[in-house]
């Protein structure tokens, strides 16, 4: 059967926005023509100065579409070539330059001729989807790939330097660079790695998510860190020092006589590093818990009681 | 008493992207309120809505300070006649079938 045989011609007529008659233009119309145009209707019917009209709202979006088109030069040049589907302009032409490296220009000549009198959106769906025939097969359309989606189980502690790893994703190796600091439940895309396309379509996209658990004492809040520390009771009243645990080693604080419990405290740069901001770091926020000694032998509740007396006097 | 949230006209300006004068030149025309809280102006953010719309009107429509206080003018009067018009409606239809 020739290829001429098995297109049906469409039955539904696709309705057709005349962009030009939208903006009450001619086709010749000059940018400046447009513009006017445009701002005039956008003024008629902009949604603000026609509370509760869905009409004019929608006659406001065909006209912001109108004015999309026709406002850009080279989106005007397809439109002007492809009608409504100057979105498509470009996949149709690289169809077409296939088509035509395969050697069939005369039977799609004919073919073409058969559509002239269509309108652009059924022509288009004749060439790109929907009905069936051999004539779609030849000419199926390209697809992007399929994207991966994969997730990656890190500690608190691997995400406080950048990390170097290779990922096998679908037998490939991907070799893969995590900056310091990246959060839980972050994704990143890494384009083109995910499945291959469909008729010399684009490859699909990586998604990778980091699962960051936590296994310190620490709690993070992006490149906060926030620590409880126990300060006993002595310390806390006569003052001192005290050592405490940070990410990347210890440090000692000077605590001042008098601190009271719940007193925070900012270490400057001691948090987490700040995500691909290198060398930048967050803060650590101490908070002090006081302790409060429960077993204390007969000697230091009669100090405490002296102590009481004291501050009745 | 409901809570009525403040938003420095600054950090709005700049989500805007709009000069503190524009918002400004808006209060001085009486089509937004501003307080002043510490030499600083907020909006209220029941208000919210309203200086939106007054900012798409000057960028989509290219709408001058004057052009937007007699939009907004007219809007209103429009919205009080309508209601005006609900009101008729309804009293008509409560005589129409009786």
């Not at chain 1, 002007?80 to 330059?97: I, L, P, S, V």
């Amino acid at each position: 059967m020739s290829i001429e045989g098995q297109i049906k011609k469409p039955k539904k007529q696709m309705a057709f926005i005349d962009y030009y008659k939208l903006l009450g233009l001619s086709k010749t119309a000059t940018d400046k023509e447009i513009k006017t145009a445009y701002r005039k209707l956008a003024r008629k019917y902009h949604p603000d100065l026609n509370p509760d009209n869905k009409e004019a709202e929608l006659k406001f979006k065909e006209i912001n579409e109108a004015n999309e088109v026709l406002s850009n030069p080279e989106n005007r040049k397809k439109y002007d070539a492809y009608g409504k589907d100057w979105k498509h302009a470009e996949e149709f032409e690289r169809q077409e330059k296939q088509y035509q490296q395969g050697g069939r220009q005369s039977t799609y000549g004919s073919a073409q001729q058969e559509y002239a009198g269509q309108d652009y959106s059924d022509f288009f769906e004749s060439m790109f989807g929907g009905s069936g025939g051999s004539f779609n097969e030849r000419r199926s359309p390209q697809f992007k790939g399929q994207d991966f989606n994969a997730t990656l189980q890190l500690s608190l502690n691997d995400v406080y330097t950048t990390q170097k790893q290779v990922l096998t994703v679908n037998g490939q190796n991907i070799r893969l660079t995590i900056p310091a600091g990246v959060e839980n439940g972050q994704v990143i895309k890494i384009k083109g790695k995910g499945a291959p396309g469909h008729n010399g379509g684009p490859n699909g996209d990586l998604f990778i998510k980091f699962h960051i658990d936590n296994h310190t004492h620490f709690k993070r809040e992006g490149s906060q860190l926030y620590q409880d520390v126990e300060l006993d009771l002595y310390t806390a009243i006569l003052g001192g020092e005290l050592m405490v645990v940070t990410f990347d080693g210890k440090v000692k604080l000077k605590v001042t006589p008098g601190t009271t419990n719940d007193t925070k405290v900012k270490l400057k740069g001691k948090g987490f590093p700040v995500y691909k901001k290198e060398g930048s770091y967050g803060d650590m926020i101490i908070t002090y818990r006081i302790k409060i000694p429960t077993q204390l032998s007969k000697k230091e509740i009669e100090l405490f009681k002296e102590l009481q007396k004291l501050q009745a006097q | 008493m409901k809570d009525q949230s403040m938003i420095p006209a600054n950090t709005l300006c700049l989500h805007y992207n709009i000069e503190v004068s524009f918002v400004t030149a808006l209060h001085q025309m009486g089509l937004i309120e501003l307080e002043i809280i510490e030499q600083d102006p907020f909006i209220r953010s029941d208000q919210l809505s309203d200086l939106e719309r007054m900012i798409r009107l000057h960028h989509e429509l290219h709408l001058n300070l004057e052009g937007i206080d007699v939009v907004v003018n007219l809007l209103q009067r429009e919205r009080k006649l309508r209601l005006e018009l609900q009101a008729l409606e309804n009293r008509l239809r409560l005589y129409e079938n009786h």
